[in-house]
């Protein structure tokens, strides 16, 4: 590591210390040593960003929560933690006798802070994908702001005068649209990658009733017609995400399946999951491109970008424990298909 480590040693015995520091020296040549009978006295003043490694032996209840309860300034979990002992812990690791050897020991030291420090640099991680989605957000909604009304402002100078810059003042108007979609999208995906949300039972036919609801007025202006099954299952999700999924894939198939196309939705069931799919009648993409589908903004062809919204879709989907891929049928148009966990259903039911 290139941290220079603190190992804390608290309410050691006398027997195992030796045993520690030989495996600490084998995992952490530079670590700096710490002994202590409480935590107090190990760790007295705030966290600093320096790794830390807390060794206890046969702690009691009281002190094991106070170890593994500890956070810093940032509320991430203060220092990895090891007990040489019995018993379990899901928050920290736990030795018995038959693992006191230094080779081992120095094992699980290693594992456990490398551990530590990738919960710390998720963590991290997240608070910066919650500033970013703040910033996107609401910084950049100000100036989309202003072009879009100084379009407007120009549209009115143009009328009976120049009809140049009233076309201008549409491209304009038209590019500030776009830019807030994608704020739109970038914040939202941003904000469910930082935020876990707890999935909930969910009726698909109500979310997809909403998204036909969202997409009437494009559905009728490119005359397609779309198809559902008679019935819907229930999945576990997070219904909004799984709204924007839909809309996502609906819409895709109403951009790429061709004039009046024919565009259906269908569901099967899988073990443990449900396939859901939007199929068209489109011509789809090369198999050599098919890879770039789920990549924001990648050259599909000459005439094609992929946009946000697919990624968004095989984002929101694996959040929430399922998959999606892409199928071309030759002759009969594409499929774009996810799954989703089905309802548990108890025993004997």
């Not at 009304?149 to 009328?159: A, F, G, I, N, R």
């Amino acid at each position: 590591m290139k941290t220079r480590l603190k190992l804390l040693l608290v309410g050691i015995e006398t027997s195992l210390r030796p045993l520690i520091l030989a495996a600490a020296q084998q995992a952490f040549p530079q670590a700096e040593t710490v002994e202590a009978s409480t935590l107090a006295e190990a760790a007295p003043g705030p966290a600093g960003d320096a790794p830390a490694l807390l060794v206890l032996t046969e702690p009691g209840e009281a002190l094991l929560a106070e170890a593994t309860q500890a956070v810093d300034a940032r509320g991430a979990p203060r220092w990895a933690v090891v007990v040489l002992g019995h018993g379990s812990s899901e928050v920290a690791e736990i030795m018995p006798p038959e693992g006191w050897q230094p080779a081992t020991l120095a094992r699980m030291f290693r594992a456990v802070v490398m551990q530590h420090e990738l919960l710390r640099e998720n963590l991290r991680l997240r608070g910066d994908l919650k500033a970013v989605a703040r910033r996107v957000n609401h910084e950049l909604r100000t100036p989309v702001g202003c072009i879009h009304t100084s379009s407007d402002l120009l549209d009115e100078m143009s009328v009976g005068q120049d009809a140049m810059l009233g076309n201008i003042a549409e491209i304009f108007r038209q590019s500030s649209r776009e830019i807030s979609q994608i704020v739109d999208r970038v914040s939202f995906l941003l904000r469910a990658s930082s935020d876990p949300v707890m999935p909930v039972t969910t009726d698909m036919g109500g979310v997809v009733v909403q998204v036909f609801r969202q997409l009437q007025d494009e559905i009728r202006t490119a005359g397609a017609v779309v198809r559902q099954p008679d019935t819907w299952p229930q999945v576990m999700g997070v219904p909004p995400w799984i709204q924007v999924i839909w809309w996502n894939l609906l819409r895709n198939a109403l951009q790429h399946g061709g004039p009046a196309s024919q565009v259906r939705l269908t569901w099967v069931r899988e073990v443990g999951a449900y396939r859901f799919a939007v199929v068209d009648q489109g011509a789809g993409v090369d198999p050599a491109q098919e890879a770039g589908l789920f990549v924001p903004f990648d050259q599909l062809g000459a005439q094609r970008t992929a946009g946000l919204g697919l990624s968004i879709v095989q984002r929101l989907t694996a959040l929430q424990g399922g998959e999606c891929r892409y199928r071309r049928e030759p002759g009969t148009g594409t499929s774009f298909e996810f799954t989703l966990p089905a309802v548990h259903e108890p025993a004997g039911a």
